[in-house]
């Protein structure tokens, strides 16, 4: 069997020891690298290329779950937290291995030994993994922030800088005050989960900031279109006009 | 509900009343009526004392005639009932007992039945008297019952508040202080001994301190000093704690486990969110009538700031409220990059 390279993602010292330790005892296991934080992780993958991540779900700045959203390829993910009822909940529910804090070394090489069926399926690996976003997505309220990656740079998008979104194929093309950005997210999902009191969905295409849209006018014969503070006209749809009425009035 | 004037104090006072009745009954039959010593005497007491027991029997005309149960006419209707019969019950047992037991000569015969008008109208103001005496009774002791009930209501209603607003045990700094510990007894077994000798004295301190209503600061501080050696270990050198107190503070009671959350919020919004060190600084001052204890936190201002109020802190700032029955003890400022809670303990109460 050939060798599993690994990487810790941890923000706790001592936490990225305690694994190290006990993967003295399984040589099979390589670590290439450890990293406090998010930002790091993703250079490390990136760098690596490991088989396998352990991944601390609650990190600095980016939890892991967003950091696994920005991989252009997903490695076998072993989550590690302390307690997380919506992680738990999202694991269990979709047979995503995990380790609750602190395990013991038995444990931990159970984790490994169902991760290295995954590695040989790298399909059923990533489904595993997207179904787990599913799920928190789902579990999720208001959305406090965005995380998008824009080539090397990495942004952190607070959803009170969003001005409105704008629907392209897979993605949407988030307009802020610091510039737009691409995310690989559908307009549902944004429409579920920013406050409703704050954005409207307006077009098939498009969710505005309520109190960005200066004013709504008559465009075509039947159909309208508003003009957000930057000046930018946005098409209204019908059922999108009516929404509009209704908090106007 | 039982008749109020059968408490033994109440019926003293009562039949001194009816003695004191009866006395200037006597004074104005000799006197305004003419009659003789020995038939206004007997007057006097057949019908006041009569009277005496017949008014307490007034009782339960007015504890089964409520007036919120039944129509306006219906009530009027049977008090009058009430009031002809206990009239006539009154002056039909004076007269029997008088002409039967006592036969009176006939002066004071015709003088009584000269005078049975104005009997009758005595008896009806005395029926009214009773009456109103016994509603106004009633209406009291329910009203103050009303207000006893409220303000337990009220006391446990807050009781019950304050306890759901107790500070807890944050679950995932436990694990993950287990999880160091697991850690280091691998590394450093030392460390972990000396680790798990905190978080108990911490874990033990919490438990016992905040059954407590009060406390001292000074208590609070070393509960604090704990919890910090335990998140040092976790984060290393991520962190400094600075306490600066006039000494005079230390002694002053405050509720218990106040500042810990503040503490929480400083590591979970501060330390945790930030890649650059961050400086924790505790303050206790008295200022004014008021104990002021700040606790303040450096934070990186490109993380996500902390939107509106944490869960924690609004929680001491209703605790707050409700132990001093005061607002704004608890005031937040947050600019520039540091995040400030002061707190405001009002000096001389508990």
């Known amino acids: ?249 | 509900m039982n008749n109020p004037l059968l408490i033994l104090r109440n019926f003293i006072f009562y039949t001194f009343i009816w003695i004191t009745f009866a006395v200037i009954h006597i004074l104005f039959l000799l006197n305004a009526a003419g009659l003789g010593f020995s038939d206004a005497v007997l007057d006097s007491l057949v019908f006041n004392v009569i009277y005496l027991w017949l008014g307490l029997g007034l009782w339960y005309p007015v504890k089964y005639l409520s007036i919120d149960r039944n129509s306006s006419f219906r009530f009027a209707a049977q008090h009058i009932l009430s009031a002809i019969v206990s009239s006539s019950l009154w002056i039909g047992m004076s007269l029997f007992i008088l002409f039967f037991i006592f036969s009176p000569d006939s002066h004071l015969k015709s003088f009584i039945f000269q005078t049975l008008a104005w009997r009758i109208l005595i008896g009806i103001i005395l029926y009214v008297i009773y009456t109103s005496f016994y509603y106004l009774y009633i209406f009291y002791s329910s009203y103050n019952d009303k207000l006893l009930k409220e303000s337990e209501l009220r006391t446990f209603a807050r009781e019950a508040e304050l306890k759901s607003l107790k500070y807890q045990i944050n679950p995932h700094f436990l694990f993950n202080s287990l999880n160091s510990i697991s850690s280091l007894t691998l590394i450093d077994p030392a460390k972990a001994r000396e680790m798990t000798i905190k978080l108990s004295e911490y874990m033990r301190a919490t438990l016992s301190e905040s059954e407590k209503q009060f406390h001292k600061l000074s208590e609070e501080i070393k509960n604090l000093r704990l919890y910090l050696d335990i998140e040092k270990v976790r984060f290393g050198n991520k962190f400094e704690y600075v306490e600066e107190f006039e000494d005079s503070c230390t002694g002053i009671m405050i509720p218990p486990m106040i500042l810990q959350p503040l503490l929480e919020n400083a590591i979970k919004y501060g330390v945790y969110e930030s890649l650059e060190k961050v400086t924790i600084k505790l303050n206790c001052k008295k200022e004014n009538n008021y104990l002021k204890i700040t606790v303040e936190n450096n934070y990186d201002e490109d993380s996500l700031s902390p939107s509106g109020e944490k869960i924690g802190i609004r929680n001491i700032k209703n605790r707050l409220s409700l132990i001093y029955r005061q607002d704004n003890l608890l005031v937040v400022e947050n600019k520039r990059g540091i995040f400030k809670v002061n707190i405001f303990i009002p000096l001389g109460e508990s």
């Open chain 1, 1 to 249: 069997m050939s060798k599993i390279s690994a990487i810790i993602i941890d923000d706790e010292p001592l936490a990225r020891e305690i694994i190290k330790a006990y993967l003295k005892s399984i040589p099979q296991v390589e670590v290439t690298s450890e990293c406090s934080n998010g930002f790091e992780g993703i250079k490390a993958i990136n760098e690596f290329k490991p088989d396998l991540i352990f991944l601390d779900v609650q990190m600095p700045k980016i939890s892991g779950f967003e950091m696994l959203e920005l991989l252009d390829e997903l490695p076998v993910v072993i989550f590690t937290t302390a307690y997380d009822q919506y992680a738990l909940k999202a694991f269990e529910t979709n047979a995503a291995d995990y380790l609750l804090k602190p395990f013991s070394e038995e444990r931990l090489k159970e984790a490994i030994s169902k991760a290295s069926l995954f590695l040989s399926d790298k399909k059923k690996n990533s489904e595993t993994i997207s179904k787990v976003f599913e799920q928190m997505d789902k579990q999720q309220e208001f959305l406090e922030r965005v995380v998008v990656k824009n080539g090397p740079k990495i942004h952190i998008i607070p959803s009170d800088k969003i001005l409105y979104i704008e629907a392209q194929d897979d993605y949407v093309m988030l307009y802020t005050t610091e510039g737009r950005f691409l995310k690989q997210k559908t307009m549902k999902f944004f429409e579920d989960h920013l406050n409703p009191e704050e954005f409207i969905r307006i077009h098939r295409s498009y969710l505005v900031r309520i109190s960005e849209i200066k004013q709504i006018e008559l465009f075509e014969k039947d159909s309208y279109r508003l003009q957000v503070s930057g000046g930018k006209f946005l098409p209204v749809s019908k059922s999108g006009y009516s929404r509009l009425k209704e908090i106007f009035q």
